[in-house]
Nanobody, 115 residues
Framework: QVQLVESGGGLVQPGGSLGLSCVPSGSIFSLEVAGWYRQAPGKERELVATKARYGSPKYADSVKGRFTISRDNAKNLVTLQMNNLKPEDTAVYYC?????????WGKGTLVTVSS
C-alpha cells in the first residue's frame, strides 16, 4: 500500500511563508502525477496545485503567483512553497499522487494563517 507522508504545516501570520513536503514511505515507486489539495472547514476539498512527472505545474487561480509546486523525481519528493499567505488559505492541506492509475492521499497537515 502506498503511503504519503506530509510535513510542514503550522501557524503563520498573514503575508508569511510556509513550505510543505510530501514523500512516499514503504515501497519504492514513481509518482505519475502529484499535487496538493486543501479543505477548509465546511467547504469542499479543492485543488491547489498539481504537476505531472515531466509536465508543467498547474495552479488554482486563488494561489497562482503565490504558491509553487516542485518535484524531485529521484526522491519522489513533492514540495509546496507558499508565499504571501492569506487568512483564506487556512485549511488542511493534503498531498495527492497517482501511482499506476490509482489516487493516493496523505493524512493532511493543518495550515493556519492568522494574525
Amino acid at each position: 500500500q502506498v503511503q504519503l507522508v506530509e510535513s510542514g504545516g503550522g501557524l503563520v501570520q498573514p503575508g508569511g511563508s510556509l513550505g510543505l513536503s510530501c514523500v512516499p514511505s514503504g515501497s519504492i515507486f514513481s509518482l505519475e502525477v502529484a499535487g496538493w489539495y486543501r479543505q477548509a472547514p465546511g467547504k469542499e476539498r479543492e485543488l491547489v496545485a498539481t504537476k505531472a512527472r515531466y509536465g508543467s505545474p498547474k495552479y488554482a487561480d486563488s494561489v497562482k503567483g503565490r504558491f509553487t509546486i516542485s518535484r524531485d523525481n529521484a526522491k519522489n519528493l513533492v514540495t509546496l512553497q507558499m508565499n504571501n499567505l492569506k487568512p483564506e488559505d487556512t485549511a488542511v492541506y493534503y498531498c495527492n499522487a497517482v501511482v499506476y492509475g490509482v489516487d493516493y492521499w496523505g493524512k493532511g497537515t493543518l495550515v493556519t494563517v492568522s494574525s
